[in-house]
Every structure is written in C-alpha cells, then in structure tokens.
C-alpha cells in the first residue's frame, strides 16, 4: 500500500518474520547495509551520524550520510538525511533533509513495518519532485529487497 502527498512517502509491507528479526535488519548497520545495498562504515547510534558507499550498480559513487535520531526497542528506527543526494559536485549540507521513520508492529507471528519519509516540502524546489519521485521508487525496491532479507 502507498499514500502520497508532496511531502510524505507512506509505504507499508507485511512481513513473514517475527519483529526481533525485523528489527536487527533495520538496526544492524552490517544488516541493513545487505539489504538497502550500502557499505556503512560503523553501527547505528542515536545523535550520530553514519555514512558509507552505496553499493547499488550505477550508484557506487555516492555516499550515503545518516543521522540517527531515535532506536526505540522493536517499534521505531528513524534517521535523517538528503534524499536523492546523488551529485557528488553538490554540497547538499545546507539544504533542510528529510525524516525516515521506520515503525514495527506484531501482526500474529509476522511484522508489520510501516516507512514514512516526511519534509519534502522544505527542500529546494528545482530538486522537490524528483527527489519525491526517486524515493517514492526507492522505498518501493527497499521494501522488497527487506522482505527477501528477513525471509532468507
């Protein structure tokens, strides 16, 4: 299921695994970075930040830059960062970044997981919608390649 407006991106995905397994691959920088295809350079630690090369092919000379926000046990894992940062000559620093909330909730023995990444609207207009666009497809493929992950 997807909701859009112009400055949220709402996803959601049941997933067949129980939310302790969902929540390492979400918290687990080593997990994560398998599945959302990124080389992470040290573990997730709320009010730091976290980079590493994308390892998605035609992306590799990005690195991707996060600020954890907040680990709550099993519910929610959220970061900051600039969405479809992806021009290496651009100092994306000064632009407002977006928030990636990633929410965990039992359903039976499955999880739900819910991702919303919310502030597009505060971000540059000549960059806005594509980035909305690119990452309304991105959390698309994530959603998948997180469903393969805590399944295999």
């Known amino acids: 299921m997807s909701t859009l407006t112009t400055d949220r991106i709402e996803k959601q995905i049941l997933l067949r695994a129980p939310q302790s397994r969902v929540w390492r691959a979400l918290t687990d920088a080593g ?4 599945w959302f295809r990124v080389k992470l350079d040290g573990p997730f ?8 090369k994308i390892t998605w092919p035609g992306y590799e000379h990005i690195t ?14 959220s970061f900051r960062w ?9 100092d994306y620093s000064g ?5 990636v909330e990633f929410r965990l909730e039992p359903s039976g023995g499955d999880t739900l997981l819910r991702v919303v ?6 971000l540059p207009a000549g960059r806005r919608e594509e980035a909305f666009r690119m990452n309304d497809g991105g959390w698309a ?12």
Not at 66 to 76: G, H, N, S
Not at 141 to 152: C, D, F, M, P, S
């Open 31 to 34: 997990e994560f970075g398998t």
């Open 45 to 52: 630690v709320p009010g730091q930040w976290n980079r590493g």
């Open 64 to 77: 991707m830059e996060v600020l954890v926000e907040r680990m709550e046990a099993e519910t929610l894992f």
């Open 82 to 90: 600039h969405p479809y940062a992806i021009d290496p000559k651009v």
């Open 95 to 99: 632009e407002p970044s977006t928030l």
């Open 117 to 122: 990444e919310s502030g597009f609207d505060l």
């Open 141 to 152: 493929q994530q959603l998948v390649n997180i469903e393969r992950h805590v399944a295999g």
